[in-house]
């Protein structure tokens, strides 16, 4: 698996409670393809690429932890979509190396912008990092 810094979400991103991504990608503006069905220049033809989160430091007091993709056509994310929502992960498999999303970049992603999203569940963490990005291919042994 490459990671490419351009394409980064999180790079051992802190997550002690609910938040996005530290990093947010831009896809480029959204135009209408032959069909009329919005695309991103992007993701435009070949590989779409996919989208993978993974624990870089384990972690600690909370319940269980969800990742979402979420687009938007603002980059504050003023108005958020949510086009795949991960597992529900239980802390006590939280632990480093652990994948928590490695999925193909949703069809779905017809918006400019896109961002992870981290759900805590129960309470604050008190330890826990992340790292996600786009990568071209899925990791393999």
């Known amino acids: 698996m490459i990671l490419d810094k351009q394409n980064l979400f999180s790079e051992d991103q802190e997550v002690t409670d609910s938040a996005a991504s530290t990093n947010i990608i831009d896809l480029g503006a959204v135009t209408n393809n032959v069909a009329g069905t919005p695309t991103t220049p992007h993701l435009k033809g070949g590989t779409r690429g996919r ?6 430091t384990a972690f600690e007091t ?8 979420q ?3 603002i980059e504050a994310f003023s108005s958020p979509k949510t086009i795949l929502l991960g597992e ?9 190396g652990a994948v928590l999303i490695d999925v193909a970049i949703p069809a779905e ?16 963490a008190t330890a826990g990092a992340v790292l996600a ?3 071209m291919d899925q990791q393999v042994s």
Do not use: N, P, W
């Not at 989208?51 to 870089?56: F, G, L, M, S």
């Not at 909370?62 to 993709?69: D, I, N, P």
């Not at 529900?88 to 480093?96: K, N």
């Not at 992603?109 to 604050?124: I, M």
């Open 51 to 56: 989208i993978r989160a993974q624990v870089t």
């Open 62 to 69: 909370l319940t269980s932890l969800q990742v979402s993709v």
């Open 71 to 73: 687009v938007d056509t």
């Open 88 to 96: 529900d992960i239980a802390q006590a498999s939280l632990v480093a």
């Open 109 to 124: 992603v017809d918006e400019r912008y896109l961002r992870l999203y981290y759900t805590v569940t129960g309470t604050t």
């Open 133 to 135: 990005g786009i990568t």
